[in-house]
């Protein structure tokens, strides 16, 4: 009898500790926040006691909090600064790790009455607009790039981010690249001293503000512009070729740089080398404590972020966001597994996502989870 009754004491622990409820808070970028709400409410599906709440509130927001402890994770399309990366390290005693997720890219969004074509912008033409020097649709820098368009003479209306921004970091990074004058004036933040234009929060609120606002133009992230049918530019890169943003153009432009990846993985691929590459294009992070007390917090997190990284191609597209990363990726995501797990107690699925295989087979997990790698190739 006292066997017995030490068995259902362990069978209801046991029980107990596996339906306990783990609450991750997580804040920061808008840029991807449709993928991660789709990646998180999966996951949740997949695990019911795990619910992984996500604020869009922008990098600057995301980078405040987890370096303040009131979220478990960030989120960030800017990589942080060293001196952010002090402050951290000052206030919560460890490291924190840049996880890149998915690429994207900013596109210029407008709303031009009675033009229907895509139009085709310069480099020197967008600095020229956001520096209020191009004041005017049919200004010769835009008309030169776009002939046989006939734009109209319209004040441009020049809507931008006001809160901080990763997506605004994406941005001014370009702009600081291709034209000096910016550079000098204004410079990279994901908050800067715009000298000219209207203001609006998160990419939802560009896009809102673009769309009630004829003649406007703006930046926001590609799959914005696309969810919201958005009208959006080609731009003329470094090999001077007018690029569509699309998934081909975003990979191709970070393609270049897996070579030279830092192990921090905190790397900048705006106006990127060769002749495909879409020129206003980026990585977006997740912003991981080296260290998370909570047990079951620490491991779900990880587990999600590997899980995410991980999905098909054929989800990625049906997201409309760029693909998972080419096959070296993986020589260098798993350099982080350990740095994660240090004297943490918790042992990270050594999971290596060389290649993306097709959509897998019906009712496969569309995480990796150990050996149920459904048809991923192992490596």
Known sequence: MKKLTCLLFAATMLTGMVSAQVLINGAGATFPYPVYSKWFNQYHQKFANVQINYQSQGSGAGI??????????????????AEQLKQFQDKRGSEILHFPTVMGADV???????????????????????????????????SKANPGTKLPGSDIIVVHRSDGSGTTYVFVDYLSKVSKEWESKVGRGTSVNWPVGLGGKGNEGVA??????????GYIELIYAIQNKMAHGNVRNAAGKFVQPNTASVTAAAAGSLKDMPEDFRVSITNAAGKDSYPISSFTWLLIPTKIQ?????????ISC????????????????????PRRWSQKKSKLSPRFNSGEGVECPRLRPRSIAPAPRSGRDPFWTGSRAGTRRRT
């Open 64 to 81: 405040r909090q987890v370096t303040e402890g009131t979220v478990d994770f960030g989120a960030t399309d800017g990589p942080m600064n």
């Open 208 to 217: 809102g503000q673009i769309k009630q606002t004829p003649n406007s133009i």
């Open 108 to 142: 210029i969004a407008y709303n031009l009455p009675g033009i229907s074509q895509e139009l085709n912008f310069t480099p020197e033409a967008i600095a020229g607009i956001f520096l209020g020097k191009i004041t005017k649709w049919n200004d010769p820098e835009l």
């Open 294 to 302: 909570d047990q079951a917090r620490r491991k779900h997190l990880l």
């Open 306 to 325: 590997i899980g995410c990284l991980t999905m098909t191609r054929k989800r990625w597209r049906r997201l409309w966001t760029t693909r998972a990363f």
